[in-house]
């Protein structure tokens, strides 16, 4: 088994609100969890922690529990993983507040049997064949919200873990049921990676190859290789600004199985 991890700030005077873990439990299997943590606009979220201290309280949890509780289902697991970090800081912080620290999850598991995975939000899963193909697995609500309606604070806000917008993981351990979950035969799957929306902006975003080739890289050059990769192409001035961004947390994880 290989596995290779990287994460690099958007900014380095700010701190990366990205989080990555793997781990590979004595029982065999192993487990990669990837989190990009939502930064809210200048005004708040109503939370003295922050972001980057919810993505790591949340993200410990979700690595301690996918790897010690194989009899629970992921979305059972980010429910509970939500509900601890809420917890951990009801007392001293407004978790009604709509922009409560968040943040998009990917999840997946593996053992002898089965490969589990859990997508929320603008991260993204890529599972790959024995034959080589490639399948993406996405949860595109963000994506079908028009892009003039998220540049204005107060439209995107009534979006946030609503009915017809989009979801993230925040206080509210219900939002676990909106993850796009599955489970396909451990013969079927040779590798996996999982991608913030910043290194999966490769593909996504600039074009640079498709999921396939964004695989390939990552085989052959690491997760240090895609960001660096993306940063390159970031730092072009002919290409225009991604979204609203020119650089974000990057981060991806890769696991051969």
Known sequence: MRIDLASA?????????DWLSAATPAAGGGVLV???????????????????WFAARLGGR????????????????LAEAVRATAGAHEDTCDLSHVRTPQATVVVVRWDAAYVEH?????????LQAPDGAVTAVLDDRLDRVPREVLRSVAATDALRNAEGGFFTAAADPAVAARAVTGRTPRGGVRAVAALTDGASRWTDTFGEGDWAQCLAVLRKEGAEGLIARVRAVESDPARPRARHKRHDDASAAYAEL
């Open 34 to 52: 990837a989190l990009d943590g939502v930064t809210p606009p200048r005004d708040g979220d109503g939370c003295v922690h922050g972001v980057p």
């Open 118 to 126: 859990l997508v929320l939000s603008d991260s993204v899963l890529l």
């Open 9 to 17: 700030p958007g900014d380095p005077e700010r701190p990366n609100e």
């Open 62 to 77: 979700l690595t301690e529990l996918s790897g010690s509780r194989p009899d629970l289902p992921l979305d059972r697991i």
